[in-house]
């Protein structure tokens, strides 16, 4: 058994275990994009991002990848970590607008804004449907094809493959293929419809507290902001 | 987590032992040589006979930029974009090329004679702006320099100079306009 602190509180796993795992084994919530249970973690999408070591020498890494550490500090939701993601849910905003699963992300974790050149992909190149067709179909019909601003997911010289089988599970597992829902009025890239929480915390404490619930900062009396724990007006 | 790394591992091993101790690439580089490109039909086979998942292939194909997957000219030439030859005026030179042979970086003439490539740095940044013409370095290189150049090797290689597909004077005609 390895012991660690996890926000604070002293945690023990397994060794092997990720600490994507170990968060979610003491119920911290931490978004994933190309993470899946099921298949090898790559690391791609960055969104699983947590920050480990003393506050001062503190630095980000992919929860999803990295091994449990004795002695390991984690913090899942400090202002960097939380910075960092709502950054990269803003960039996966201004390429594929159009995924249900980021949009999703993007009220849940408040962004509300793309300040980037807006276009209109439809991959993220996490690498879920690549990793599902070989490791759990058996089957290895697409890959990653290129290189760098060029790379791109297609079969052998972008022909049907025969190794593809249709089975359907890279449409099944790729959060871009789910298409947005389509609110009443849908003007630009960012839809946030679903948005209602924020948390209040970050301005009074260097962490987020929403992880836990019921939320401290909100019970140890702190005025609630407005749009805390109530749905924003006029969405 | 664990169960998948093993099964990685294993996987890894039995893709090792079916490449007969040959890295891909190297074989890539073998029939790159002897077709001067990757033609599909042989990577297909290539796949069967060392037991290599077909879009692996296309995938290490894809990645480096020095396997092509269209047939190449006889003549391979090179310009340097790289820093240092920039600096010194390559995109004149690469120009020259361009205009003389009448294809862009990337493209291929016609005839199947030449192709062009760009390329960042080749290493010889004090010979600067470099052009490499079928592996011979060519240092120092100006756009006046381009048309010379082409004539001694279309002459050095050219075998039917009396024909009508011959155009090695052709391009000493462009050469001399220039100049
Ligand atoms: S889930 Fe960890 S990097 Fe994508
Ligand atoms: S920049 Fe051309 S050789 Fe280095």
Do not use: W
């Amino acid at each position: 058994m390895l012991e660690m602190t996890l926000n604070g509180l002293e945690i023990q796993v397994e060794p092997g275990t990720t600490l994507l795992e170990a968060a979610n084994f003491y119920g911290i919530e931490i978004p994933t994009l190309c993470y899946d249970a099921g298949l090898s973690p790559i690391g791609a999408c960055r969104l699983c991002l947590v920050e480990i070591g003393s506050p001062d020498r503190s630095r980000l890494v992919s929860a999803c990848t990295f091994p449990a550490q004795k002695g390991l500090e984690i913090r899942t939701h400090s202002k960097r970590v939380i910075n960092a993601r709502k950054l990269l849910i803003e960039m996966y905003l201004a390429t594929c607008p159009s995924s249900k699963t980021i949009q999703d992300l993007a009220s849940k974790h408040h962004v509300t804004r793309v300040r980037f050149k807006q276009k209109h992909d439809d991959c993220i190149l996490c690498g879920l449907c690549v990793r599902i067709c070989e490791e759990q179909m058996q089957a290895k019909a697409i890959e990653f094809i290129g290189r760098g601003h060029e790379l791109r997911i297609s079969t052998f010289f972008d022909k049907k493959s025969e190794d593809c089988r249709h089975c359907g599970a890279c449409m099944y597992i790729c959060p871009v293929c789910q298409a947005r829902c389509q609110g009443p009025q849908e003007k630009d890239a960012v839809c946030n419809a679903c948005l209602n929480l924020e948390p209040p915390c970050l301005e009074e404490f260097e962490d987020a507290m929403c992880y836990m619930d019921p939320c401290v900062a909100c019970e140890q009396g702190h005025e609630p902001r407005k749009g805390c724990s109530q749905r924003k007006e006029g969405s | 987590m664990r169960q998948l790394q093993e099964q990685k591992a294993s996987k890894e091993q039995n893709n090792n032992n079916a490449s007969n101790n040959h890295s891909l690439v190297t074989m890539l580089h073998q029939i790159q040589e002897t077709y001067n490109y990757l033609p599909e039909n042989v990577l297909r086979e290539l796949a069967k006979e060392k037991n290599i998942p077909l879009v692996d292939l296309y995938r290490v194909a894809t990645f480096y930029s020095l396997f092509s997957l269209t047939p190449k000219g006889k003549h391979k030439i090179l310009t340097c974009t790289g820093t240092a030859c920039h600096v010194r005026g390559s995109e004149k030179v690469t120009e020259e090329i361009s205009r003389v042979l009448g294809i862009q970086p990337g493209e291929t003439t016609e005839d199947g004679e030449y192709s062009l490539e760009a390329v960042n740095c080749l290493g010889a940044c004090a010979l600067a702006p470099l052009v490499v013409v079928d592996e011979q370095y060519h240092a120092n290189m100006t756009p006046a320099q381009i048309g010379a150049l082409f004539n001694g090797v279309r002459k050095s290689t050219c075998q039917d100079k009396e024909s009508s597909h011959c155009h090695c004077s052709s391009v000493a005609v462009g050469s001399k306009e220039k100049s």
